[in-house]
């Protein structure tokens, strides 16, 4: 069995400037990212029984480091999909119906969901989710992840300081923001369907 990768990013390192630096995701994907992926191989150098496993798999049946380890190279992963260069904007099409539907507007949904990860206490995500037909905005403090409660996740918000310091400090707002310059809608759409 093969060891767990780092997934590879689809732009460059400078690709989303100026919202976020090259600096940032040079510590954010290299550093951390990456930081996740060596110490989970070297928790499946003690327990083999982990390789061959999917990240998903390991989200949902296990607890502890083994779980934070998985959690993040995952939520990280995804974060990684809903960014890209040139993006943002809003939605269109089933996703921005389904906004309006669940939201009243996008700037309803857009404004709920800057309201959650501004005020997210510590480190997490924010996340829309689907689930059981509705849209939904929820928080996860840490690893956690929608998975392990039966929510699909469609988009996604790095909280942790990690994810905005070096470009913004301590102005988390600022950095949500930025966020939205880069949205990757066609990555979320996707999700959806």
Same mark, same amino acid.
């Given at each position: 069995m093969s060891a767990f990768e780092l997934p590879a990013l689809s732009y460059e390192l400078n690709a989303l400037e100026p919202h !976020?630096?090259?600096? +940032?995701?040079d510590f954010h994907y290299?550093?951390?990212?990456? *930081?996740? %992926?060596?110490?989970?191989?070297?928790?499946? =150098?003690?327990?083999?029984s982990l390789l061959g496993q999917s990240f998903e798999s390991l989200i949902k049946s296990k607890k502890g480091g083994v779980f934070n380890l998985a959690a993040q190279i995952w939520n990280h992963s995804f974060y990684w999909q809903c960014l890209a260069p040139n993006a943002g904007g809003e939605p269109g099409g089933v996703l921005a119906?389904? !906004? %309006?539907?669940?939201? *009243?507007? /996008? +700037?309803? /949904?857009?404004?709920? /969901?800057?309201?959650?990860?501004?005020?997210?206490?510590?480190?997490?995500? +924010?996340? !829309? %989710? =689907?689930?059981?037909? +509705?849209?939904?905005? %929820? =928080?996860?403090?840490d690893a956690d992840n929608p998975l392990r409660v039966g929510q699909k996740p469609l988009l996604t918000c790095d909280v942790w300081e990690h994810?905005?310091?070096?470009?913004?400090?301590?102005q988390r707002p600022k950095y949500i923001e930025a966020f939205w310059q880069l949205v990757n809608w066609d990555f979320v759409a996707v999700q959806l369907s």
């Open positions: !976020l630096s090259r600096e +940032t995701l290299n550093k951390h990212h990456q *930081g996740y %992926v060596n110490k989970l191989n070297a928790a499946a =150098e003690k327990d083999p119906e389904a !906004l %309006v539907k669940n939201f *009243g507007s /996008f +700037t309803a /949904f857009q404004a709920e /969901f800057n309201q959650v990860a501004a005020a997210h206490f510590g480190s997490g995500w +924010t996340w !829309l %989710v =689907e689930e059981a037909g +509705t849209l939904k905005i %929820v =928080e996860t403090h994810a905005y310091y070096i470009d913004y400090r301590n």
